[in-house]
């Protein structure tokens, strides 16, 4: 049985001032027997992390590729580690589309990231248009394969399914059609990996919202969900965090 999984991801939102009211508003609330992360800007991250209550796993929103060096802007799996930090998104689409992150790119980052003992969040979505055109099945089969290419650590990896159309829109996928998406990406990795495609966590993003996390999250092959805007309101997190009281 899988544990659902409610994430939050600020982007590039909240300064470590904003972030410890955040904090504390969350740390007093009773929240559901679920697992819970937020990953907050770099400069965010200490301040979470000696703040939040233990139960909430803090995350990076990206990481470099390499261990270290000269590679100015960029963080290392090391510094990460240094704070206690232990899980990154990688491949997020704002970082394919906006910093042109290859799948090869974002491939080198879970292998080097799995490797170093990171728990991932790979993200993957279509575009609207590749959608309209069909095509959006074949598309994150192959974002899938490319980007857990030679990656061993399976354990240690979660998959976000976030269609770009559906991300900061206001335009939620359907939960139908999200649940067929990862159900499609859970047989690709049972077909390519076999039985751990049964332990891998499959998200949902895409403008989830108090008002849809419920039914998003009573789909079986949806583990869970990657929340951007309405995770930077605390008491809208907590409400998705306890979905389960408007089921
Ligand atoms: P929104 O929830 O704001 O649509 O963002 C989704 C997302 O990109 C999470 O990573």
Not at 54 to 68: F, G, L, P, R, T
Not at 168 to 184: F, L, Q, R, V
């Amino acid at each position: 049985m899988r544990k659902k999984y409610i994430c939050g991801n600020w982007k590039m939102n909240k300064t470590p001032d904003e972030a410890l009211v955040f904090a504390k508003e969350i740390n007093e609330k009773n929240l559901d027997d679920v697992d819970i992360l937020i990953a907050a800007p770099f400069v965010d991250l200490d301040i979470l992390k000696k703040n939040l209550n233990k139960n909430i796993k803090v995350a990076a929103q990206n990481v470099s590729e390499y261990s270290d060096g000269a590679y100015t802007g960029e963080i290392s799996t090391t510094m990460l580690k240094s704070m206690g930090i232990n899980d990154v998104i990688i491949g997020h689409s704002e970082r394919r589309d906006i910093y042109f992150e290859k799948d090869y790119i974002v491939n080198n980052k879970v292998k080097h990231a799995t490797e170093e003992g990171f728990d991932v969040i790979l993200c993957v979505g279509e575009s609207l248009s590749t959608r309209e055109n069909n095509e959006h099945f074949e598309f994150v089969k192959n974002q899938i394969l490319e980007g857990l290419d030679d990656v061993e650590e399976l354990e240690q990896v979660t998959i976000a399914y976030e269609p770009i159309w559906a991300i900061g829109t206001g335009n939620t996928c359907s939960a139908e059609d999200a649940e067929k998406m990862c159900e499609h990406i859970r047989d690709i990795l049972r077909k390519t990996y076999g039985d751990i495609a049964d332990k891998i966590r499959i998200l949902y993003g895409g403008s989830v919202k108090p008002n849809n996390a419920a039914e998003i999250l009573s789909k079986d092959d949806i583990d869970g969900v990657l929340v951007g805007g309405a995770s930077l309101n605390a008491n809208d997190f907590i409400k998705i965090i306890n979905y389960k009281e408007n089921l």
